[in-house]
């Protein structure tokens, strides 16, 4: 369809100076009302059914006029509709069907670099413009189309068009989306380095929580645990080996905690290792990794060892005592030679590692019975450590208690509190199993408790349960140390000879519990024949009633 049968209805008029120096067909009145509704800067406008187009210029202003009724809705877009494509933040291009571009949003007209509204897309390419038509290919294929296209400012666009159809399926309109792939880019970009960045803050979050649940949760109050903190403090900051003493459950590990956190190390790990928890095949391996194919069941490529993992950090030797001598000699090799050797290699590895050793066990006698190398006791004990069990430091147990009940409040939500007199019969309490015994029982306490305020019954019940196991426990103990010690003392001879004394004991015990031999024999778990046999050995005849 050519341009002038399209726009045959349209009309013009010139204003300069406030005149009307050309026009088309239109009655004074009729254009005198049009430019009275005209205010400047305004481009579209509706008056008295038309559509008003106005173009400032040199030479005047320019009113090109349509009529509305002979309008489709694209060209009498609204204020609103035109706010609302103009807010998008990608380029919106609207062509009617024969490629003549009817709207540009602001921002395609910024990304394009000029305004091609009422120009032809065919025109355009070849005015050499833009490479290609988004229109034309969408106009040909009637399909929604995606290109890149390049315009005469050098800068490339991926361009998306999409065909709108009427009802009765003819293509009306083609709505093209230009989207700068430089900005494109540029987001890209900054997503990667929001993603760095978040994975550098999740790092560090990780660090300073691993950093916070390193740190020791010590009190001490009573001048025995201020003493011995003191003397944390004072070795802390050089790298003596130090060995830490005292009764299970004391917290150990909460002053091994402390050291480091003191420490020229603290911004390494530390590594804790229980000694007594892990056998020793396996604690050998775990300590000083191994090559690959060292032994079945190896892992492909090695593995490393823990000293060599916490070098430059702290080693924690839980339980050192359960240690095995062949195990203690390499050991000592690292403490000496600060180097550890892979199980199934001969290259020493040199590490860089503080270590603090602990146990519950006389080391000492350990030494003397030839349980553990004195050349590596006096290696460890260098700066000994002895902390005092929670019966001698009392001072430090109401405020442990309240320091658990808010740990435990933070981690359950649980709100709790202990009566006066309660906490005062668990000051008085002696704690076998120390510090470790009683966050255990103000843990369960609150955790039980049906009521927010803890009082001296419930601690009373708890505190008998705990001395009722304790007990019991002491009496299966010296069962056990009796059974394993059966009075051999008493015996002297060849291996034969204590064997029979024993044994004579033994029958003789049965004896004199039992009503016959019939019965002895069924105590000892033996025929009564042998019985008889074995008590005319010993001569035990007097001792004997044969009564049923």
């Known amino acids: 369809m050519k341009s002038l049968e399209l726009y045959k209805k349209e009309h013009f008029f010139v204003v300069n100076n406030d005149e009307i120096t050309i026009s088309s067909q239109l009655p004074l009145e009729l254009m005198n009302k049009i430019v009275n509704n005209y205010k400047k800067g305004i481009e579209i406008y509706e008056a008295e059914g038309y559509l008003v187009h106005v173009v400032e210029s040199t030479k005047g202003t320019l009113f090109t006029l349509r009529p509305l009724q002979s309008l489709s809705d694209i060209h009498a877009i609204t204020r609103l509709s035109k706010n609302v494509l103009n807010s998008i933040s990608e380029g919106i291009t609207i062509c ?65 068009g999409k065909p709108i159809f009427d009802s009765e399926g003819t293509l009306q309109y083609v709505v093209a989306i230009t989207r700068d792939m430089t900005q494109l880019k540029r987001l890209e970009s900054e997503v990667q380095k929001l993603e760095i960045q978040n994975e550098n803050f999740k790092n560090k979050i990780h660090a300073l929580h691993h950093k916070e649940s390193m740190k020791p949760s010590l009190i001490a109050i009573s001048p025995a645990m201020i003493q011995v903190v003191k003397r944390v403090m004072r070795v802390a900051e050089v790298d003596s080996t130090i060995l830490i003493g ?46 690959a194919g060292s032994f079945t069941g190896a892992v492909k490529g090695g593995k490393l060892g823990l000293f060599e993992i916490a070098s430059g950090g702290t080693i924690f030797l839980d339980e050192i005592g359960e240690m095995s001598l062949p195990l203690q000699a390499k050991l000592l090799r690292v403490l000496q030679e600060s180097e550890v050797q892979r199980i199934g290699s001969t290259k020493p590895i040199p590490i860089d590692v503080r270590i603090i050793a602990a146990t519950n066990r006389n080391l000492e006698d350990m030494v003397r019975q030839g349980l553990f190398r004195e050349d590596l006791y006096y290696r460890l004990n260098i700066i000994p450590i002895d902390i005092p069990p929670l019966r001698e430091r009392r001072e430090d147990i109401i405020p442990m208690i309240n320091h ?97 004394m024993f044994e004579k004991e033994v029958i003789k015990k049965a004896l004199s519990e039992s ?31 044969y009564e049923e």
Not at 437 to 450: F, P
Not at 466 to 484: A, V, Y
Not at 518 to 531: E, I, N
């Open 404 to 500: 658990f009940v808010a740990l435990i409040e933070e981690k359950y939500g649980i709100h709790r509190t202990i009566d006066s007199r309660a906490l005062k019969m668990l000051e008085q309490y002696n704690w076998p199993g120390n510090v470790r015994q009683l966050k255990n029982m103000v843990e369960r306490i609150c955790l039980l408790a049906t009521q927010p305020e803890i009082g001296v019954n419930v601690i009373q019940e708890e505190l008998d349960k705990s001395m009722l196991i304790t007990k019991n426990k002491e009496n299966h103990r010296e069962r056990n140390e009796c059974m394993e010690k059966p009075m051999l003392d008493h015996y002297a001879g060849t291996l034969k000879e204590q064997v029979a």
């Open 96 to 160: 009617d069907r024969n490629g003549k571009i009817l709207f540009q949003n602001d921002i395609d007209i910024e990304i394009v670099g000029i305004n091609l509204m009422g120009r032809y897309a065919k025109d355009v390419i070849e005015e050499g413009i833009m490479s290609d038509s988004i229109s034309l290919k969408v106009i040909e294929l009637k399909e929604k189309v995606t290109i890149l296209q390049t315009f005469m400012n050098g800068r490339c666009f991926l361009v998306t």
């Open 515 to 545: 009503k016959s031999v019939r019965q002895a024999a069924k105590v000892l778990g033996c025929d009564q024949s042998t019985l008889v046999r074995k008590i005319q050995r010993y001569k035990l005849m007097k001792q004997v009633s």
């Open 246 to 291: 005292g009764e299970s459950g004391v917290g150990k590990e909460e002053i091994t905690k402390l050291i480091h956190a003191n420490s020229r190390r603290s911004d390494e790990q530390m590594l804790t290792i229980n000694c007594s928890a892990i056998p020793e095949t396996l604690l050998e391996s775990e300590l000083f990794g191994y090559e």
